[in-house]
């Protein structure tokens, strides 16, 4: 038996053949799946984040879904602006009220490690890949590592010209080479050291700097406070890289505050928005070339964030 295959072609159509209610529904449907686009791409990038609210709002740790639900908190013993997620759902963060230190703490609020210094304030803090934590003391300025049994087990002396100790270091990441990178807010600095305590890199350029970030390229992501900025600078202290009010003012950069390198390049970047609640951005991802694709503005839930990390980053 011979099958025949008929393939049948409908005639092509101008617009201008059609009847009128038949183009307006054409222009209408355009529309429509244009709008669905725009919203679609605009709604397509949302995260799960852990901040730290601080300010005029709570002193606290917040954890938010990715559809924008409060779905867990915990209020921190005394100022905290800085915390660290681990890969177990933990907490780590520094305190500095009295007594001053560094706790962790699992999901179910409970303490399961603390470390208490003898040093007027901690701020800042780093759980190591050894399993260790590194301590930002202040007053006097140093690095201190310190085991899970709470023993010293090394000390870096820090170097700023911040006589009080309250600003003298935010952040400090160890970096690969085993070097200590510092962030000294009050001086407006941020510094390489090595075990010694040397010097081996530093910039100085910046204001009330929180955080400073080692990029696989060797260059350095710095948040850079006040100045209302983000800057990649190079070995030599050259500039190759910058964010700031003028490539999104929507955003209300006020005091930039924490910085995270996303696995796909992106940077989430937070936005400290002190005497400006209510107004931008607490937070936002941009990309190398400056697009905005997300940003957390949620002013009923928080008044002003220090520290912000999406936990979803795959």
Not at 69 to 90: M, R
Not at 240 to 269: C, M, R
Not at 285 to 293: G, L, S
Not at 300 to 311: E, G, M, P, Y
Request: hydrophobic share 40%; glycine share 8%; proline share 4%.
């Amino acid at each position: 038996m011979l099958h025949t295959s008929i393939t049948i072609r409908p005639p092509f159509l101008n617009k201008d053949d059609l009847p009128m209610r038949w183009t307006t529904c054409l222009t209408a449907a355009t529309f429509l799946l244009s709008a669905a686009a725009t919203a679609h791409a605009a709604d397509a990038v949302k995260h799960r984040i852990l901040f730290a609210e601080y300010g005029k709002g709570e002193n606290r740790l917040v954890e938010v879904a990715a559809d924008g639900k409060l779905v867990w908190e915990y209020k921190f013993p005394s100022i905290a602006v800085i915390f660290q997620p681990l890969a177990d759902g933990n907490i780590v963060f520094a305190h500095g009220g009295s007594p001053t230190g560094v706790d962790e703490i699992n999901r179910d609020k409970k303490t399961v490690w603390t470390y208490v210094s003898k040093c007027p304030q901690v701020l800042g803090c780093q759980r190591l890949a050894n399993g260790n934590t590194l301590v930002a003391e202040q007053g006097p300025c140093r690095a201190v590592e310190v085991n899970p049994k709470g023993e010293v087990v090394h000390v870096t002396k820090m170097t700023t010209t911040e006589e009080a100790f309250h600003r003298q270091v935010r952040n400090v990441h160890k970096l690969a080479n085993g070097n200590i990178l510092a962030a000294h807010e009050g001086e407006g600095a941020i510094r390489e050291y090595d075990l010694d305590g040397k010097t081996v890199w530093e910039y100085t350029k910046v204001e009330n700097t929180g955080e400073a970030l080692r990029l696989d390229n060797g260059n350095t992501l710095i948040a850079c406070g006040t100045q209302k900025r983000v800057i990649e600078v190079t070995p030599a202290g050259e500039v190759v890289w910058e964010f700031g009010p003028k490539d999104a003012p929507e955003l209300n950069l006020t005091w930039i505050s924490s910085l995270q390198v996303l696995k796909n390049g992106h940077y989430i970047i937070g936005n400290f928005l002190r005497g400006q609640e209510g107004k931008g951005a607490h937070a936002f991802e941009v990309t190398r070339d400056k697009k905005v694709v997300w940003t957390f503005a949620d002013h009923v839930l928080v008044k002003s964030l220090a520290t912000i990390r999406v936990l979803d980053d795959r």
